[in-house]
């Protein structure tokens, strides 16, 4: 048997929330290339189409006859109403959801305490941690009624380890490992998998974000130390979902080789 044997992926369907950018879309592309099927979901749907196009190309390269259904949903994983409807907008051809990735986050600023604003505190809990929730309620039920399911949670380096500057967008990581660990102590007595996946520096679209669009300053985070991409991230959550069904990975902890934790990392290259 191969290390890396996709097989088990061929015919899958998988949701994944932030698939217009980044490590979504970059698990899109791959999931696709292992014979999934996809419901890719994200606020902005020109990019989600553009990866859509992108995941139906690679699907063709792989010569898979089975699987390769794509279908894009604009959705805001922060609008509690547009989550409770999440369900209904699923094609009914897709409508049993194999894998949910729970990939949609972001960080803004590097504001200290009592100088963060209301609105980002808000924002980034709204759709770190209440919206990875939401999402989750509706598919726990889903995957609890068919006794079989995967969901694999985008924590990160900081839900291990806070760090100045950073305090909102820690608690909200370590609010996703908590109740990712919760999950996975609840559902102990199903066949459902629960997977988070911490990765430390990845050069995605996620700096410039944080720096509210500072290109310049979201370089200087990758300055001198070679980064994870997307792709590499990617690997990790396809190789976990692509595990047998009596293997749960419960977390992978992903980091550049030059970085050692959320504060140290040598940028001597
Ligand atoms: N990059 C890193 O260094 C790093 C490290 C550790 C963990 N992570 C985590 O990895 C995940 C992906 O980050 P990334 O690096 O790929 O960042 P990215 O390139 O900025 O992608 C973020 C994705 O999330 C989507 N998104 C954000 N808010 C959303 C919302 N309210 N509803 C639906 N979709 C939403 C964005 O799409 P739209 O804007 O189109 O909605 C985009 O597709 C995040 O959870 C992040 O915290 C990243």
Same mark, same amino acid.
Request: with cysteine; net charge neutral; aromatic share 6%.
């Given at each position: 048997?191969?290390?890396?044997?996709?097989?088990?992926? $061929?015919?899958?369907t998988?949701?994944?929330?932030?698939?217009?950018? @980044?490590? @979504? #879309?970059?698990?899109? &592309?791959?999931?696709?290339?292992?014979?999934? /099927?996809?419901?890719?979901?994200?606020?902005?749907?020109?990019?989600?189409?553009?990866?859509? %196009?992108?995941?139906?190309?690679a699907?063709?390269?792989?010569? =898979?006859?089975?699987?390769?259904?794509?279908?894009?949903?604009? =959705? !805001?994983?922060a609008?509690?109403?547009? $989550?409770?409807?999440?369900? !209904?907008?699923?094609?009914?051809? =897709?409508? /049993? &959801? +194999? $894998?949910?990735? /729970?990939?949609?986050?972001?960080?803004?600023? &590097?504001?200290?305490? @009592?100088?963060i604003?209301?609105? +980002?505190?808000?924002?980034?809990?709204?759709?770190?941690?209440?919206?990875?929730?939401?999402?989750?309620?509706?598919?726990?039920? %889903?995957?609890?009624?068919?006794? #079989?399911?995967?969901?694999?949670?985008?924590?990160?380096? #900081?839900?291990?380890?806070?760090?100045? @500057?950073?305090?909102?967008?820690? *608690?909200?990581?370590?609010?996703?490992?908590?109740?990712?660990e919760? =999950?996975?102590?609840?559902?102990?007595?199903?066949?459902?998998?629960?997977? %988070? $996946?911490?990765?430390?520096?990845?050069?995605?679209?996620?700096?410039?974000?944080?720096?509210?669009?500072?290109?310049?300053?979201?370089?200087?985070?990758?300055?001198g130390?070679?980064?994870?991409?997307? %792709? +590499?991230?990617?690997?990790?959550? &396809?190789?976990a979902?692509?595990?047998?069904?009596?293997?749960?990975? *419960?977390?992978?902890?992903?980091?550049?080789? /030059?970085?050692?934790?959320?504060?140290?990392?040598?940028?001597?290259?």
């Amino acid at each position: 048997m191969s290390l890396f044997n996709t097989s088990r992926l $061929v015919g899958k369907t998988v949701l994944i929330t932030g698939a217009s950018a @980044g490590i @979504g #879309a970059a698990t899109a &592309v791959l999931f696709a290339k292992g014979g999934s /099927n996809l419901i890719l979901v994200a606020r902005r749907i020109h990019p989600l189409k553009i990866v859509a %196009e992108e995941a139906a190309a690679a699907y063709k390269a792989s010569g =898979l006859t089975e699987g390769g259904k794509i279908a894009t949903i604009q =959705l !805001d994983v922060a609008d509690k109403a547009q $989550v409770a409807s999440l369900l !209904d907008k699923i094609p009914q051809d =897709l409508r /049993n &959801v +194999d $894998v949910l990735v /729970n990939n949609a986050g972001f960080a803004h600023g &590097v504001d200290k305490v @009592g100088s963060i604003t209301d609105a +980002d505190i808000d924002a980034m809990f709204a759709t770190n941690v209440v919206g990875l929730i939401s999402i989750t309620q509706l598919f726990v039920r %889903e995957f609890k009624a068919r006794g #079989a399911g995967h969901i694999i949670n985008l924590g990160s380096v #900081a839900g291990r380890e806070a760090y100045p @500057g950073g305090s909102i967008y820690c *608690a909200t990581k370590h609010a996703v490992r908590a109740f990712t660990e919760a =999950l996975r102590k609840e559902l102990v007595d199903t066949k459902i998998r629960i997977t %988070e $996946v911490q990765p430390g520096m990845v050069e995605t679209e996620f700096s410039v974000i944080r720096f509210r669009g500072d290109k310049s300053a979201a370089d200087k985070v990758y300055e001198g130390i070679q980064p994870l991409v997307a %792709e +590499d991230v990617a690997e990790e959550i &396809v190789w976990a979902a692509a595990r047998p069904p009596h293997v749960n990975i *419960a977390e992978l902890f992903v980091l550049p080789v /030059n970085q050692a934790s959320a504060t140290l990392e040598y940028r001597g290259n």
